[in-house]
């Protein structure tokens, strides 16, 4: 009896040392929520609203390259890469830049994570992002002031073995830049004018296109974002399409969502594997303009590659499908960093 006692006095003791943590967000539980019962439309919902909220506010969101402490490149190629003994080099002007959040940004100054000795003081992972943190990878493609430009459209090709470039896709658009009334107007999309001869420049670099020249409008024509409001980010991607209501990526959509915002399909990953596909195979989510060019990209997961991002990873292709346990030895002597691939490719 007096045992049972003291028992239950240490354990009320013990647990008062220990701090609480922090009831998690109601926001997580309901994602979590939705993930773990495979609500798709729910899910799908959540991909909607953040797009929604995100859209306007990324503007004004530093460039990585700024949060970690390097000159401002704007625009950035795709990389290459190899598909057996070929080099795929990117033919069409698609180019990119990653940008992050105020929260995000204060996280890797407050941990030092631009630099990549300091990453590796964290041991085997950093610190993990707050909840706040937003990531998004932009991808821009350029239309001439002075002639239509021909824009390729994606309409769900079945995946060939060397991957579905741009150039592979079979239909194309017209996008009329000098505003004759000669193909789609700029208006139908998400735009950034190249107003300084500094941004002409990076464009015409990062695009390989001599002929870009201030003046010109680069078009969003795919957009990636990571929120880490629930541990492992939520994963949601959106692309241009000529016909934005038809099919299984416009379903959902609000309807506040209009005007070039609402030309834009979506898809979202919460997990690596579900919900699985009628194959039975792990789920899949992946934006055509980013993933489709890679070997299996068509089959590509955000959160499958993404899981992958750390210090000392060689490479983030081949393609890999399903979830990885943080057991794995792929983990063995690198640094986590809480799925942001920038931090462990572009840290100094
Ligand atoms: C095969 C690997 C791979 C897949 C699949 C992938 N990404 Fe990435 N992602 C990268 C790499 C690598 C970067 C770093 C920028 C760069 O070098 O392109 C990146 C950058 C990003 C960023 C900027 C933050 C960061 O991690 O640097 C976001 C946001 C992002 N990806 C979202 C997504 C979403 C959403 C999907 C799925 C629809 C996705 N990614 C699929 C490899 C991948």
């Not at 407050?110 to 041991?123: I, W």
């Amino acid at each position: 009896m007096r045992a049972g006692v003291l028992v239950l006095a240490c354990a009320a003791a013990c647990q008062s040392r220990v701090p609480a943590a922090p009831p998690p967000p109601e926001q997580e539980v309901r994602l979590l929520r939705a993930r773990d019962r495979e609500d798709v439309d729910a899910m799908r919902a959540h991909g909607w609203e953040l797009f929604a909220r995100v859209q306007p506010a990324w503007r004004a969101w530093a460039s990585s390259d700024v949060a970690l402490g390097a000159p401002d490149r704007r625009f950035r190629a795709l990389q290459p890469f190899r598909v057996g003994d070929r080099v795929e080099v990117e033919t069409l002007p698609v180019m990119f830049e990653v940008v992050l959040d105020p929260a995000a940004v204060a996280h890797i100054r407050r941990y030092g994570l631009a630099a990549k000795a300091r990453l590796r003081a964290h041991g085997g992972r950093i610190p993990e992002f707050p909840r706040e943190a937003i990531a998004a990878k932009l991808v821009w493609y350029p239309i001439k002031r002075d002639r239509p430009t021909t824009l390729p459209i994606w309409d769900g090709e079945p995946s060939r073995d060397d991957g579905n470039p741009g150039r592979t896709w079979r239909r194309t658009v017209v996008v009329d830049g000098p505003g004759t009334g000669r193909g789609l107007p700029l208006d139908a999309f998400l735009t950034r004018r190249l107003v300084t001869e500094d941004e002409a420049a990076a464009a015409r670099a990062a695009a390989r296109d001599p002929e870009i020249a201030a003046g010109d409008t680069v078009v969003l024509v795919a957009m990636h974002l990571a929120t880490k409001e629930i541990p492992d980010w939520v994963w949601a991607t959106y692309w241009w399409h000529d016909h934005p209501t038809d099919g299984t990526f416009a379903a959902g959509r609000p309807r506040a969502l209009t005007g070039a915002a609402g030309n834009y399909l979506m898809d979202v990953a919460f997990s690596a594997t579900s919900p699985r596909r009628s194959d039975g195979s792990p789920h899949a989510c992946m934006n055509p303009w980013l993933e489709a060019r890679f070997p299996n990209g068509v089959h590509s997961n955000c959160l499958a590659c993404h899981r992958r991002a750390a210090l000392g990873a060689a490479d983030y292709l081949p393609v890999t499908r399903g979830d990885l346990s943080l057991d794995d030895p792929y983990f063995t002597n690198k640094v986590t960093t809480d799925f942001v691939w920038s931090l462990a490719l572009e840290s100094r």
